[in-house]
């Protein structure tokens, strides 16, 4: 798919087209000019536009639950999400080593991009367009947002579990590994260790084994 393509998909026409392309390459194909500081960027203005468009929504809601919200919203999945429907994969530069991994090995990859996105077309135009681009990519997201229903994922959920019983919060530790990412939890009540296509699916599926064994002793 040629930039021109991805520009029309994207609904977003760059000024400056190197912008688009330094959004575009990874690390592994230039360590010295790549896209993670657009990434760094870019995270900062999607939690900041999407924090704004929920805090306008929903008048009526707390603090707690409208940051459960915002995480749905932006998480890993929907990211890799938007990334597929763009159809961006192609558009990646990659080293010929990085390249060669699995789709799921490159879910980390499509998130960064989405954001290293974001913070290209910040960049290239200003705080309104950057919003206005934001909304549109989640337009679905935000559209199906319900406020009765559960927004916490199992990280956010063994955390406050931990914090009600006084406990100390969990250390995930994570690495990258030929399956993906492994996470490794220690509690009290023992080792859990489990494994993702990202870091964060790890660290979530993780605190799911966690939850449910101090579930079953009443913890």
């Not at 087209?17 to 000019?33: G, V």
């Not at 929903?58 to 159809?87: H, M």
């Not at 919060?169 to 859990?192: H, M, N």
Request: hydrophobic fraction near 35%; charged fraction near 25%.
């Amino acid at each position: 798919m040629s930039l021109d393509d991805l520009q029309q998909k994207i609904g977003y026409k760059f000024k400056d087209i190197n912008l688009l392309k330094l959004a575009l390459t990874h690390k592994s194909f230039n360590n010295q000019n790549n896209n993670e500081r657009l990434e760094f960027l870019g995270d900062s203005i999607l939690n900041s536009c999407i924090s704004k468009y929920l805090f306008s929504k929903f008048p009526e809601i707390n603090e707690g639950l409208l940051t459960r919200i915002r995480s749905f919203v932006v998480k890993g999945e929907t990211l890799t999400k938007k990334a597929a429907e763009l159809n961006i994969t192609q558009n990646i530069e990659l080293s010929k080593g990085t390249a060669n991994l699995s789709e799921q090995r490159k879910h980390s990859i499509l998130e960064g991009s989405i954001e290293s996105i974001i913070g290209a077309v910040f960049l290239d135009s200003n705080w309104q367009q950057a919003e206005k681009f934001v909304l549109n990519l989640f337009n679905t997201e935000l559209i199906n947002i319900k406020v009765d229903q559960e927004f916490r994922d199992s990280k956010t959920e063994l955390q406050e579990l931990l914090q009600s019983k006084k406990l100390k919060p969990p250390v995930y530790e994570t690495s990258e590994s030929a399956r993906g990412f492994d996470c490794e939890i220690k509690l009290l009540e023992g080792t859990f260790i489990a494994n993702g296509n990202s870091k964060r699916q790890a660290e979530i599926a993780a605190a799911k084994m966690a939850l449910t064994q101090l579930k079953n002793k009443n913890v």
